[in-house]
T-cell receptor, first 115, second 113 residues
C-alpha cells in the first residue's frame, strides 16, 4: 500500500505557542489530504480537507484560524496549531487517497501535548 | 457529522476463535473500507470493497460489501494475539476529488492467548 509519513510523532509545547505537523506522501502524489483528530478510545474526527494549491476546506465547528493548513506541494501538507491550549492536546492523524479510488492511507499520527 | 453504526463495541475472545463485526448505515456508500488501529499508531487499511455483494479476503480476514450498499461485515478467522486492536469500518460515497470517509466508532478486539 501507499506510504504516508508524519512528523513529529510526538510534541510537547507550552500553552500559547504554535506547533507545525507535517504530512508527507512518500511514494505517490496527493492533491488532496485529510486531517483528523482522535480523542482517547474514540473514532477519528475529520477536521479539514487539504487541497494542493488552494484553500483547505474545514468541517463544521473547526476553527480555520486556529488550525492552519497549507498544502504547498503534491506530497506535503502541514497543519499548524496556533496559540495552542491544553484542550488542543490530542492525537492528530493525516491521510491521503491513492490510486484514484476511495482508499485512504493514514500517517502514523502525531501526539500533541500542550502544557 | 454522520457516523456509521458499528458493532460490537468490544469483544473479548480466546485465541483461535473466529470474530465477526459489522457496520450499518442509513444511507448508501460506494466504497467500504476496513482499518485496524494499534495503540498510538495510525489506522492501517485491511480491506477495500467497491462493489455491492463483493466478498474479499486478505489472509485470515474476509469482508463483504452488503447488497443494499448500506452495510458491511468483517470476519477474522482463527484469531491470534496480534489481532488485538481497534477495528474501524469506513464508507465513502464517491470518487473523483471527493474522498471523504465516514467512520464507525470502532470495535475493540482483545484476544486471550
Amino acid at each position: 500500500g501507499a506510504v504516508v509519513s508524519q512528523h513529529p510523532s510526538r510534541v510537547i509545547c507550552k500553552s500559547g505557542t504554535s506547533v507545525k505537523i507535517e504530512c508527507r506522501s512518500l511514494d505517490f502524489q496527493a492533491t488532496t489530504m485529510f486531517w483528523y483528530r482522535q480523542f482517547p478510545k474514540k473514532s477519528l474526527m475529520l477536521m479539514a480537507t487539504s487541497n494542493e494549491g488552494s484553500k483547505a476546506t474545514y468541517e463544521q465547528g473547526v476553527e480555520k484560524d486556529k488550525f492552519l493548513i497549507n498544502h504547498a506541494s503534491l506530497t506535503l501538507s502541514t497543519l499548524t496549531v496556533t496559540s495552542a491550549h491544553p484542550e488542543d492536546s490530542s492525537f492528530y492523524i493525516c491521510s491521503a487517497p491513492s490510486g484514484g479510488r476511495n482508499e485512504q492511507y493514514f500517517g502514523p499520527g502525531t501526539r500533541l501535548t500542550v502544557t | 457529522g454522520q457516523q456509521l453504526n458499528q458493532s460490537p463495541q468490544s469483544m473479548f475472545i480466546q485465541e483461535g476463535e473466529d470474530v465477526s463485526m459489522n457496520c450499518t448505515s442509513s444511507s448508501i456508500f460506494n466504497t467500504w473500507l476496513w482499518y485496524k488501529q494499534d495503540p498510538g499508531e495510525g489506522p492501517v487499511l485491511l480491506i477495500a470493497l467497491y462493489k455491492a455483494g463483493e466478498l474479499t479476503s486478505n489472509g485470515r480476514l474476509t469482508a463483504q460489501f452488503g447488497i443494499t450498499r448500506k452495510d458491511s461485515f468483517l470476519n477474522i478467522s482463527a484469531s491470534i494475539p496480534s489481532d488485538v486492536g481497534i477495528y474501524f469500518c469506513a464508507g465513502a460515497r464517491s470518487g473523483g476529488s471527493n474522498y471523504k470517509l465516514t467512520f464507525g466508532k470502532g470495535t475493540l478486539l482483545t484476544v486471550n492467548p
